[in-house]
């Protein structure tokens, strides 16, 4: 298999892929594919169930949290939270880190009044802000932040302590790649194709109470009540999708649970932050050192013909997806809880070896 080091839809655990291989015909002895089941039937509510409380127990979801399987990706995400919860009278404030939240802020621009409680983009999204630099004020209807940047490979390191104020995060490129205290948030949503599944599946986490206060007067499918009251089944949910997260999350639970794919997270970006620590600036990182992804390693080279050079020669070595984001070119390296340690091994060695050959 290639080395796969895409940003999303990204590696999935090898495992996983051949057992969905082997159950593809016949779902335990169903006579057909899961994908072919009702999702009415018992088999597939057991499967749909069975990934609620695989993911409340991996992340120690406390029971007045709802877990939601949703549609439209993390994209949606970002128009729903203030259509429901940015009530009229009330502003919301954002976080910006990087594209991602960028997007979140525009949509809730289009939904009522919002305002930056802290930018880091004059540092080019360089860093995170300080906790103790966030602007929000106590009467707010929430305070969003993107707790991994995706593109410019930041990561925020703790989370500011809200008080009253509901915090809301996007955690698409690092939910499940290491222990969180849900406690903090009052909802917090991840499109699936990264760490959780294949894409198709956004999964969204949300307090009881801060769902009790949701805007009442938006379409049904907006709603997340509706989800919560029917256990994501008011509709057709992307069973197939479901089917294959239940599935990461047994994996996840037997290779030791979040405090063993943290350690693991932590050595492979080590593995590869290292040669960019050593390389006397002929690999310069894009993220400060103290807020650096473990999930999106970002880094150019020195001169924009090594860059080139250097991209063309990873592709012609089997390691695909090392390309930065189109918004901004240079080198990201996605090191994903599937993505295997040996990957990384592997790309930091041809990091050294090129360096060799072109210093
Ligand atoms: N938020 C973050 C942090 C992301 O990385 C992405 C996609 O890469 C998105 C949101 C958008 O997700 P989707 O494509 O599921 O709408």
Known sequence: RAYNFNAGPSALPLSVLEKAQEELLDFRRTGMSVMELSHRSKAYEEVHNHAIDSLRELLSIPDDYKVLFLQGGASLQFSMIPMNFLQAEKKAAYVMTGSWSEKAFSEAKLLGEVYYAASTKDGNYRSIPKLKELQYHTDDAYLHITSNNTIYGTQWKEFPNTGGVPLIADMS???????????????????????????????????????????????????????????????TPPTFGIYMLSEVLN????????????????????????????????????????????????????????????????????????????????????????????????FREFMIQFQKENY
Not at 193 to 215: C, H, Y
Request: net charge positive; with cysteine; aromatic share 8%.
């Open 173 to 235: 490129s690092d939910i499940l790649s290491k222990p969180i205290d849900v406690n903090n948030f009052a909802l917090i949503y991840a499109g699936a194709q990264k760490n959780l599944g294949p894409s198709g599946v956004t999964v969204v986490i949300i307090r009881k109470d801060f769902l009790e206060q949701a805007n009442t007067q938006i379409p049904t499918m907006l709603k997340y009540s509706t989800h919560a009251k029917n256990n994501s089944l008011y509709n």
């Open 251 to 346: 994996w996840a639970k037997e290779l030791g649970g979040l405090d063993v794919i943290a350690d693991l997270n932590e050595k492979k970006a080590k593995l590869i932050y290292d040669v960019i620590d050593t390389s006397n600036g002929f690999y310069l990182g894009h993220a400060e050192q103290d807020y650096r992804s473990l999930m999106n390693i970002t880094f150019n080279l020195k001169t924009p013909e090594l860059e080139k050079s250097f991209l063309e020669k990873a592709k012609q070595e089997g390691f695909i997806g090392v390309n930065g984001h189109r918004s901004i070119g240079g080198c990201r390296v996605s090191a994903y809880n599937a993505v295997p340690i040996k990957g990384c091994q592997a």
